[in-house]
Nanobody
Framework: QVQLVESGGGLVQPGGSLRLSCAASGRFVSINSMGWFRQAPGKQRELVASITSSNTTNYADPAKGRFTISRDNAKNTVYLQMSSLKSEDTAVYYC???????????????WGQGTLVTVSS
């Protein structure tokens, strides 16, 4: 019933920019945090950035200074603005949310389907 839908991935040249969006929908009391993870070919999934309901942000070292995570609580949407993209940023980017279910009041999580970002000339 709760789902995350990502958008914004695609092909971009090195040094370019891209903005990813993730919209949450369904029955939840609140979303405690949202984040972006990525999984590059041959590597494990890793955290890129996260943001809490109070807009406290956290970035992995490779994202610092280049990526910006933001959140529109009214729209239950999280964004990842990516700039100065490098070939090593190529990965499937997944949105993740930690939320309180409106049905059970339990803490649950959901993953988006992923959106592919390819950085290549």
């Amino acid at each position: 019933q709760v789902q995350l839908v990502e958008s914004g991935g695609g092909l971009v040249q090195p040094g370019g920019s891209l903005r990813l969006s993730c919209a949450a929908s369904g029955r939840f009391v609140s979303i405690n945090s949202m984040g972006w993870f990525r999984q590059a070919p041959g590597k494990q999934r890793e955290l890129v950035a996260s943001i809490t309901s109070s807009n406290t942000t956290n970035y992995a070292d490779p994202a610092k200074g280049r990526f910006t995570i933001s959140r529109d609580n009214a729209k239950n949407t999280v964004y990842l603005q990516m700039s100065s993209l490098k070939s090593e940023d190529t990965a499937v980017y997944y949105c993740h949310a930690l939320f309180i279910s409106a049905n059970s009041y339990r803490i649950l999580d959901r993953w988006g389907q992923g959106t592919l970002v390819t950085v290549s000339s």
